[in-house]
């Protein structure tokens, strides 16, 4: 048995998952982990380094890595890669000056041409989901999509 099927056979004993979530600094990933999980987001500060948070969604335990995205730590994104289950790419769609920016870092995370998602090669699961970390709007939805999608490719059907 290979250390993979080790791995995916204690993740469908726990319904564990792994999310990474990355994006530009100040582009609402720590507000959106503390939004799902119920918790205060009046007060937040920046990300130096990275967060773990374990939140209970559905029958399943995320472990959502929460990545700070300043430009001195985004080269060490990629050393977060290692057994991650789901990416949510965080982009603030109103700080329209670094809308490039936030291209140019998602080009250098995923080695594509551009931000043209329906080029990607059709093995990547992905999905647009509009939301605020504010309100929660729209929230919800998105994890819904995710936690199924990676359930269905990482799970023995319930």
Same mark, same amino acid.
């Given at each position: 048995?290979? %250390?993979?099927?080790? +791995? =995916?056979? /204690? &993740?469908?004993?726990?319904?564990?998952?792994? #999310?990474?979530? *990355? $994006?530009?600094?100040?582009?609402?990933?720590?507000?959106?982990?503390?939004?799902?999980?119920?918790?205060?987001?009046?007060?937040?500060?920046?990300? %130096?380094?990275?967060? +773990? =948070?374990? /939140? &209970?969604?559905?029958?399943?335990?995320?472990? #959502?890595?929460? *990545? $700070?995205?300043?430009?001195?730590?985004?080269?060490?994104?990629?050393?977060?890669?290692?057994?991650?289950?789901?990416?949510?790419?965080?982009?603030?769609?109103?700080?329209?000056?670094?809308?490039?920016?936030?291209?140019?870092?998602?080009?250098?995370?995923?080695?594509?041409?551009?931000?043209?998602?329906?080029?990607?090669?059709?093995?990547?699961?992905?999905?647009?989901?509009?939301?605020?970390?504010?309100?929660?709007?729209?929230?919800?939805?998105?994890?819904?999509?995710?936690?199924?999608?990676?359930?269905?490719?990482?799970?023995?059907?319930?």
């Amino acid at each position: 048995m290979g %250390l993979l099927s080790i +791995i =995916k056979k /204690i &993740k469908r004993k726990e319904k564990e998952m792994r #999310i990474l979530m *990355v $994006g530009l600094d100040n582009s609402g990933k720590t507000t959106i982990v503390l939004k799902i999980n119920g918790e205060d987001t009046s007060v937040i500060s920046p990300t %130096l380094g990275f967060n +773990i =948070k374990t /939140i &209970k969604y559905h029958k399943y335990s995320l472990n #959502i890595w929460d *990545v $700070g995205g300043q430009k001195t730590i985004r080269s060490y994104w990629r050393n977060y890669f290692e057994q991650t289950d789901g990416l949510v790419w965080v982009v603030d769609s109103s700080d329209i000056r670094r809308l490039d920016d936030c291209r140019a870092e998602l080009h250098n995370l995923l080695k594509e041409e551009v931000l043209d998602l329906h080029a990607m090669d059709k093995s990547r699961h992905w999905l647009i989901e509009g939301c605020s970390a504010h309100t929660g709007e729209g929230l919800l939805e998105g994890f819904d999509w995710l936690v199924q999608d990676i359930a269905s490719r990482i799970y023995v059907i319930d």
